[in-house]
């Protein structure tokens, strides 16, 4: 305040303008007098400001059926489906089915150009006939060597060892033994000449390409007039499904549920093509094999489907939702409520004046709360007489909405805080 102010007030006042100690100690008057004005002001000021106040929004606890689920993602895949390749090489004479057609067991898929493998069947009938021919002449001349040595050995006995010396003999005995040597060596012949008769007849049965199984034509990769090299690997010309009426669906699941999913356990599965329509299905097998991919481990799992109005097709992405726990009768609350933290009040400024208005408070730490887990003591909240009342309670299943209570002071009906609704002037 300045001195002209004080002299203002002074002289509105009617103080006098003396010099001195009373002048000082009438401006420490003045001055406390203007402080308590403006403190009597502020007081009244903030006793008639409203006050702040916090709306809940509340659920009531209840007892009902819990379904928890497990979703995973996959792929339909047939039960059975086999690449029927060529173990031949060759050009495509023709081709007798397409895309869709339904086969048979051993029914023509296609064929292949066999004039090169008929020419050699040729070659290798004319080659087992020389063989054969061989054969003959050798026994012949076994035949020969055989007479030649005995008629020796009839001489040497008649004449008394005077004809047919013992050198003539040995000579004899060897020729009779090279000519069965060579009567067995095309015989041998014979043999070799028949099995790849048997071999180049083979190869002319597997240029014509047929169906192993029952089942429908999924893709044909070939064209008539196309060349078909096997020479390191079989080239695959058709893919086959054995039946689409019954399907597997192929999921992953991930590791934190895996230990949840049982075989035998039901679920239901939609796809992109039919977004209004829910397909049932079954668990037939959940494999140990992992698999990672960007850094999330999951387990395949396989779903086994009825397709009988073949309406589901191989390669389609399904989203699957595997039900692996069903409870009856359970206690059940919000899982909002377990996630609701009270809000942070600032205290009434029922004291201190316009100091305490004035200068700030040190800020005030949060409550802190449990974490939120399965089977786990966890903290939830209540109103009573319009007040945040902290509920400790042990949890059980949860389908991510709502959540089973185990144990805890909460009763059907309890009005659990799952929000804040407002906040209020």
Partial sequence: MSEKDENGIAKTLKIGSGQGPARRWMRWVVLGLVVAVAASAAGIFLRSAPKSTVQYKTEEAKRGD???????????KPTNSVDVGSELSGTIKSVEVDYNSRVKVGQVLARLDTTKLEATITQSKASLESAEAKVLQAEATVAETRAK?????????????????????DAAEASYARAKADAASCKAAVSQAKAALEGNETDLKKSVIR??????????SIEPGQTVAASYSTPVLFTLAEDLTRMDLHVNVDEADIGKVREGQRATFTVAAYPNRTFEAHISQARYGSSTTSGVVTYETILKVVNDDLSLRPGMTATAD????????????????????????????????????????????????????????????????GRLVPVTVTTGSTSGSLTEIVSGDIKPGTAVVVDTLAVGK
Avoid at 211 to 219: C, K, Q
Avoid at 354 to 382: C, D, F, H, M, Y
């Fill in 66 to 76: 819990l379904t928890v689920i497990v979703t995973a993602t996959g792929t339909l």
């Fill in 149 to 169: 040595l005995a008629q020796y050995k009839r001489a040497r006995e008649l004449s008394q060892g005077k004809l047919a010396s013992q050198q003539e003999i």
């Fill in 211 to 220: 169906s192993p199984i029952n089942g429908i034509v999924l893709t044909r």
């Fill in 322 to 385: 595997i039900t692996v726990k069903e409870l009856k009768g359970a206690l059940l609350i919000p899982g909002a409520a377990l996630r609701f933290t009270p809000p942070v009040q600032d205290e009434t400024k029922t004291s201190g004046g316009l100091i305490a208005s004035i200068l700030p408070r040190p800020p005030r730490q949060p409550k802190q709360t449990e974490a939120v887990g399965n089977g786990k003591q966890q903290r939830i909240w209540v109103l009573k007489d």
